[in-house]
């Protein structure tokens, strides 16, 4: 260790944490605590980080993640666990290249000019600062990675995983290239899956059409919500069953605008409450009239370009961008008489996930994923049970969407990913797919081409469990830390990557990726409301990091939050967190203070040890008793909360107060050797929560350990078990009733507004525990400000009228209200009070029971002004009750 431990008076006055945490990260990596060494006598604890994106810096999400992940890894770590925290980024394909587009425009230039090969260098540029930047955020955070294993999606590792999966699965014939309606998103200018796509309730029109009968006069009226995609319509459609329509079923319509003859024909699919009950047919353009299209052998119409502008196939409306093209035809429909009404109409309308653009929906030929038989067996590996998602509800949202599952769009028009690894001959018109990049096809010729798409991202995010340990390779780290432990992650991405995860893992490996998924909330603004930058309620984690300490930060995220729940966070907890760090601070100066001045101690044997010394041990031991029972339950917020108010409360509150006390008798036995004892004990209880404070303090405190071979450092330290033998409920009865006793007279001189500088007098009376308490009667006397402190043999049996009486579980106090206050003077304040009291209420009684004002008055100030009679009522009620104490 570089430096040595400090005295108590050599510490600062106050905790400082942006001197302590910088020096302790750098020397936990130095020592290489973080990299696991394989023991295959001891089974590993493994957690994957989830890959954050390259695209932004660290925002709270991250924050909550690091802490819920470091706090498991850490609690493993000390328990002697050959513990791999694995870290790693996400290229974050359309985000990434969105990203660095509009970098481009801001300098004149689009991706197109710079060249694909430019682009992808430019990309790549800017992700390796990102890289840098997101690894220095979590060491900010105390993150216990192994940065040795550090991965990053596009290392060539991974790379290769991705193309021998792509082959893999080609080769069994669950990846194909076909035509399907998918998700087009004309700004990001690809192809999106469904779980990329968030849909929005719009208020839109319904208009509907009259479609002009070929050959006969009349009219078929149908209803649609987007007019320009009539120019696609290849025919209409009714319900078989429908009577209104049957005589039309067979015959042929002109299409609008565009004069097209398109056939009626007659399908199921058509809902004959919709509309008019007749519909145009788009099959280019509508995942129901795709299908549609199939049954009856319709072409295919795709009427526009790829920045959806309409091309060629729209007739006179080519070039328009598609809501201007709306607008036109709407018009000339409107001029041609064909339009019949225009109706509001409220519809969830798909936009995209990353650039909130209007989605259209668009034929294309694309590469899929059949996951049909690919999801069978990740659902068998949740209702098996091998897999267990926390909370439980997760699973059957999980179940739902994998047993509903649609094939997956893999294949995405960008140029920042991993490529598609297939290549097609120029001269032959062959395919190859290949993990090997080929130089020639099968034919000879060398002029092939690789095709220009690019991956889902979730595609290769859906390795990371497997990839990130060396697979396809064969290596040590896959064969010993595969399956790992627990996928901790958010909530809202189970769809997009846990069960993607969980497919690919079992098809590749043949067995579960992880056991355990632990699945988080979302951390809203103190309101609860979502956080934005829009709303101004964003609140930046290394900003508050600089303000409040990361240990602050880590207490705060953590504060409050349960598995699958979202979490408010507000200042105030940020507060907590701060002053918590700086009262141990103070705590352990205390202790060493008392180090200092008593020199060198011997223990004493536990059924020798003063009350209160057996009762902070059997605190202490219960204390660690429910936090590892917490800890193996995933309840991480509750077992801070636990350490916090053992801490807070028993340790700093009580016993530190309670050992002041008794240090003043010179033949009393020394608390020092349990008051240091106890706090380092709990210092490595509380470490994984917040390790640098912790580290800190232990670092000063392990000299005055009565032990050999202590550990360099806190986090490679054991983690406290309990101990039953500690276990003391005579010790815990007699001091909780010593608490209940100061509490409540501290309670009454609040109440009565007691100047601090005025002693209260206080009769016990103890009918059970009177020997055990009354060794404590100046521990009563000076935290409960209270003299003289009697102690009744009998209970009164008559009470005076002028004495407060307090019934507890184990006692009665009572306390001389003479003593609290000059009777004559307080009897005088609250007669006052009473008098100006009745008055207002009276005031507002005839108020209320004038009818002109009830009549003419805001209905909310009628109902503000009862509000304010109620509480006076409640307060003269309460004034007149202590006036008849007195």
Known sequence: ????????????????????????????????????????????????????????????????????????????????????????????????????????????????????????????????????????????????????????????????????????????????????????????????????????????????????????????????????????????????????????????????????????????????????????????????????????????????????????????????????????????????????????????????????????????????????????????????????????????????????????????????????????????????????????????SKNIEQDPDVLDTWFSSGLWPHSTLGWPDKTEDLKYFYPTTVMETGYDIIFFWVARMITMGLEDMGEIPFRYVYLHGLIRDEKGEKMSKTKGNVLNPLELMDKYGTDALRFAVLSGTSPGNDSKLSLNKLEDGQNFANKLYNATKFVLRCIETAGPQTSSSVKDLPVEDRWILSRLHRNIAAVNDMMVNFQFAEAERAIYDFLWGDYCDWYIELSKIRSRSPDAVSPVPVLVSVLETALRLLHPFMPFVTEELWQNLKNSLPVDNKPESIMIAAYPIADKTYFDSEAERIISSLIDIIHSIRNARAEHKVEMNRWVESHIFLPNLSQAVRPYQEAIQVLGRTKPVVFLNNRPERKDDNTLVIVLQESEIFIPMSSMVDLAAERQRLEKEVASGEAEATRLEIRLGDTAFLSKAPAQVVEKERRKLANIQDRLARLKEQLIKL
């Not at 090969?117 to 105390?142: C, N, P, Y």
């Not at 087009?184 to 192809?191: I, L």
């Not at 990329?196 to 509907?208: A, C, K, M, R, T």
Request: proline residues 6%; glycine residues 6%.
């Open 1 to 444: 260790m570089t430096e040595q431990p400090k005295t108590q008076s050599e510490m600062p006055k106050a905790y400082e944490p942006a001197k302590v945490e910088e020096k302790w990260y750098k020397f936990w990596l130095e020592k290489g605590y973080f990299t696991p060494k394989i023991d295959p006598a001891k089974k590993p604890f493994v957690i994957i980080m989830p890959p954050p994106n390259i695209t932004g810096e660290l925002h709270l999400g991250h924050a909550l993640t690091a802490t819920l992940e470091d706090i498991m890894v850490r609690w493993h770590r000390m328990q002697g666990d050959p513990t791999l925290w694995l870290p790693g980024v996400d290229h974050a394909s359309i985000a990434a290249q969105v990203v660095v587009e509009r970098q481009l425009v801001k300098e004149g230039l689009t991706r197109q000019k710079l060249g694909r090969e430019k682009f992808e260098q430019r990309v790549r540029q800017w992700a390796d600062s990102m890289r840098a930047t997101i690894r220095l955020q979590h060491q900010r955070l105390g993150a216990s990675c192994d940065w040795t294993r550090e991965r990053y999606t596009l290392d060539e590792g991974p790379s290769r995983a991705v193309r021998t999966v792509f082959v893999h699965l080609y080769d069994k014939g669950l990846i194909y290239r076909g035509e399907r309606i998918i998700n087009w998103c004309p700004r990001c200018g690809t192809a999106l899956s469904d779980l990329e796509v968030i849909h929005q309730d719009v208020q839109g029109s319904l208009w509907y059409v009259n479609y002009p009968i070929a050959g006969e006069d009349g009219f078929i009226t149908v209803a649609t919500t987007r007019p320009e995609t009539i120019l696609g319509d290849t025919a209409v459609a009714v319900n078989p069953n429908d009577e209104r329509f049957k005589s039309l079923v067979g015959k042929q319509v002109i299409l609008p605008a565009v004069k097209r003859v398109i056939p009626i024909i007659a399908d199921e699919a058509i809902d004959i409450a919709f509309g008019t009950g007749a519909v145009k047919v788009t099959p280019a353009h509508d995942p129901v009239d795709f299908d549609i299209a199939q049954r009856h052998k319709l072409p295919f119409i795709n009427i526009l370009n790829s920045d959806a502008t309409m091309n060629d196939n729209a007739g006179p409306y080519a070039g328009m961008e598609r809501f201007a093209c709306r607008k036109a035809i709407v018009a000339d429909l409107e001029k041609e008489g064909l339009l019949v009404k225009i109706e509001p109409y409220s519809h969830a309308i798909a936009h995209c996930q990353r650039c909130n653009t209007i989605v259209e929906p668009l034929a294309s030929k694309q590469w899929f994923v059949k996951m049909a038989s690919l999801a069978q067996p990740a659902i068998d590996a949740v209702t098996s049970g091998r897999i267990t998602i926390i909370p439980e509800r997760f699973s059957k949202v999980y179940l739902n969407w994998m047993e509903n599952i649609r094939d997956w769009c893999i294949s995405r028009q960008l140029w920042w990913g991993h490529r598609i690894p297939v290549w097609y001959c120029r001269d032959c018109n062959e395919m190859i797919v290949s993990v090997q990049t080929p130089t020639n096809c099968k034919c000879g």
